[in-house]
């Protein structure tokens, strides 16, 4: 790693001004910071899209998709952020663009033969603290019945696309939220969970769909227990390799 001291971090990425991101909501706010910083806003926008838009386009390839077909593969679940289809709220630093990645992977996907489950990994305000929730520490997604709303409004804003970009035959499955924590109460999670099959059900009548279970599976043994396998499956928090 080259020293910080003589290059600066809009030239090394590794110094983000001696403070390390450690999750989606650090990373683009101190790349944002960046610009600020420097007395131009737009530059530090600007560098935070190269980025970002660089890390979409090689993380996951064509030879990729390729490869898991030929081992076998039939499914693959993608992770994806609240904010993809650009539902951003002040203070949050997040900036969307990842859509057209989703629909160019759909499309390798049905070239091999796979199909596409959804995933959706943060919610607003953080359902788990994690930092794979979007924002590492904060656990605030239950605490504000907005931020519950709008979370079963963006679920539905992204199902929508899905019908309207005609994915429907690559992308049948939805996880409405994953790994919430154990703390959410398990009455709003459960009331969350059956809007966010309503509004799922709009758009994508056939697709799966599986929950999280708050890492207590005990709590949903008599949730959901419709008798057709697309009507209300589940998925506790164990996994495999």
Same mark, same amino acid.
């Given at each position: ?20 991101p450690v ?46 077909a030929n ?14 289809? =650009?539902?951003?709220?002040? #203070?949050? +630093? /997040? &900036?969307?663009? %990842? ?46 019945y907005h ?27 939805? =996880?409405?939220?994953?790994? #919430?924590? +154990? /703390? &959410?109460?398990? %009455? ?54």
């Amino acid at each position: 790693m080259q020293s910080c001291d003589v290059n600066p971090p809009d030239e090394n990425p590794d110094c983000f001004w001696g403070k390390v991101p450690v999750d989606q909501w650090t990373y683009c706010e101190k790349l944002l910071e960046m610009g600020t910083e420097k007395g131009a806003a737009a530059q530090g926008g600007s560098k935070l899209m190269d980025r970002l838009h660089n890390h979409w386009e090689s993380w996951v390839t064509r030879e990729n998709i390729v490869s898991l077909a030929n081992v076998g593969i039939t499914h693959l679940r993608l992770p994806i952020g609240h904010w993809i289809l =650009g539902d951003i709220e002040p #203070p949050e +630093p /997040y &900036v969307n663009g %990842e859509w057209p990645y989703v629909l160019r992977l759909v499309g390798w996907a049905r070239e091999v033969g796979l199909k596409v489950w959804l995933d959706l990994h943060t919610a607003p305000g953080s359902q788990n603290g994690f930092d794979n929730s979007g924002r590492l520490g904060n656990l605030t997604w239950d605490k504000s019945y907005h931020n519950v709303w709008r979370t079963v409004k963006i679920i539905e804003e992204i199902a929508s696309q899905v019908r309207i970009d005609g994915a429907l035959d690559i992308i049948t499955g939805f =996880g409405v939220m994953n790994e #919430p924590g +154990p /703390y &959410v109460p398990v %009455e709003l999670l459960k009331n969350f969970y059956n809007d966010a099959y309503i509004a799922i059900r709009r758009s994508m009548p056939d697709a799966y769909i599986y929950v999280g279970d708050g890492f207590n599976s005990a709590n949903f043994n008599s949730f959901w227990t419709g008798t057709k396998q697309t009507e209300h499956p589940k998925k506790n928090s164990i996994y495999y390799v």
